[in-house]
């Protein structure tokens, strides 16, 4: 039973960033340069002033790694540092503790004063297909519906080395990608914006612990190696990946940006909502035989903003509907010697529900755009189209406890 925590901060009703969550981001503001903090309510805890305090000193911790403007150094601190960081704050900012309260103006900045950067730098990316929901509705619309799965799907968790370099926060605009597409009833190629441009609703883990070349990561022992977690739009140009894929997969049509949320959650933080894994129907390698709860109940949904129009909900789902859970995936990513350095960052593939409302891309939702989806102000969508803004939310609730990610917010700009 988790123990029941109050704070002397202000929190909003409904906000993502309880006491119970306390998530790490990179901030910056017009008279402080980029530096670490922690959400609390709508408040910025600014860990490079907390340190000056000196209530940090008892820890014994090199404080030098919050003035840092990316958070690698502290996480490489490792995790027992990170529980004992993290209890030292719950402590300084819980009801009835007046040790930070003299400093609040000091330490606390609305977040609203603030943008959010980058909070780490992510060295390397893999993406997973890991929601049999979607991997199923996939294999359905371009193979064989009868047997919509392939062979190797349920044997281990797929996945492919992605792009860093285009991993972009929160608010930051992207591009429509150009790229080769084959029109419908032709053979051959032709150059332009993709016509069908798709979110992919995700989660990713960060990195928290390196590994040497040639090492594996034990299934069981990969929640160590686990930092967090953020949401995760895995940008999809569904044209130019279909033409591109064969054989060797995607590159054009995912490369050229996915976006994040600025906050990561801490493991500890989703530990309330940790889970049964995903009955998994056939057997698996012992290599990837996961017997510890590592599957997440976390609420997840996505928005589309029409330009200066409102927000419309297109999907709710959750992050349950994974078939292969996030230690599975590190175990198998590592399994043949492959080494792994903090901060970088495993996305989870689309997560889709059982219900056609609960499907995590618009591939599924309009079904090949089959079925276009109606927004309020009397517009359809198959895909996304330019100036439309995506908007993915996601928390985990269990009783009185509330735990959130925030939002990763993307507007969609022509083409380049």
């Known amino acids: 039973m988790t123990k029941k925590l109050t704070t002397w901060v202000e929190v909003p009703p409904q906000s993502d960033f309880t006491i119970y969550n306390l998530p ?43 003035r840092k ?160 977690m953020v949401l995760f739009n ?25 976006s994040i949320s600025p906050w990561i959650v801490t493991m500890d933080a989703l530990d309330p909502f940790r889970m049964e894994n995903y009955p998994q129907d056939e057997p698996v390698l012992s290599y990837l035989e996961s017997k510890e709860p590592h599957r997440f109940d976390l609420n997840l949904e ?19 509907y994974m078939y292969w859970n996030i230690c599975q995936q590190l175990a198998h990513h590592t399994v043949n010697g492959c080494n792994v350095r903090i901060g970088d960052m495993c996305a989870s593939g689309t997560i889709s529900g059982p219900t056609p409302d609960s499907y995590g891309s618009m591939l599924e939702l309009s079904w090949r755009g089959q079925n276009p989806i109606s927004l309020s102000d009397g517009s359809e969508r198959k895909f996304i189209q330019d100036k439309d803004t995506v908007v993915m939310r996601g928390f985990g609730k269990k009783g009185d406890i509330r735990v959130g990610f925030g939002e990763v917010r993307t507007k969609v700009l022509p083409s380049n």
């Not at 069908?196 to 929640?223: Q, W, Y």
């Open 24 to 66: 790490y981001g990179i901030f910056t503001t017009v008279d402080r340069s980029p530096r670490p903090g922690i959400a609390i309510g709508d408040q910025i805890l600014d860990l490079r002033e907390l340190m000056r305090t000196g209530l940090l000193d008892e820890l014994g911790m090199p404080l030098g790694v919050f």
């Open 69 to 228: 403007e990316l958070l690698n150094d502290f996480i490489a601190l490792g995790k027992p540092v990170w529980t004992r960081f993290r209890n030292r704050v719950i402590e300084l900012l819980s009801e009835g503790n007046e040790e930070l309260k003299p400093h609040a103006a000091q330490v606390l900045v609305p977040q609203a004063d603030a943008e959010m950067k980058m909070p780490v730098h992510i060295g390397d990316y893999t993406d997973f297909y890991s929601s049999k929901e979607h991997a199923t509705n996939v294999g359905k619309m371009f193979r064989d519906p009868e047997n919509a799965l392939l062979p190797n799907w349920k044997h281990l968790p797929v996945g492919y080395h992605g792009r860093a370099s285009s991993i972009v926060v929160s608010g930051t605009p992207i591009h429509r990608p150009k790229g080769q597409t084959i029109p419908a009833g032709t053979d051959k190629p032709v150059f332009g914006p993709s016509r069908l441009l798709d979110f992919e609703l995700e989660m990713a883990f960060v990195i928290g612990r390196e590994t040497a070349l040639g090492e594996s990561i034990p299934v069981e022992k990969a929640e160590d190696y686990i930092f967090g």
């Open 234 to 258: 895995d940008w999809s140009a569904r044209d130019i990946q279909k033409w591109e894929y064969v054989p060797l997969g995607p590159f054009l049509g995912k490369s050229f940006a996915s």
């Open 302 to 320: 996505v928005a589309i903003q029409p330009d200066g129009g409102d927000e419309n909900i297109v999907t709710r789902t959750n992050f349950k």
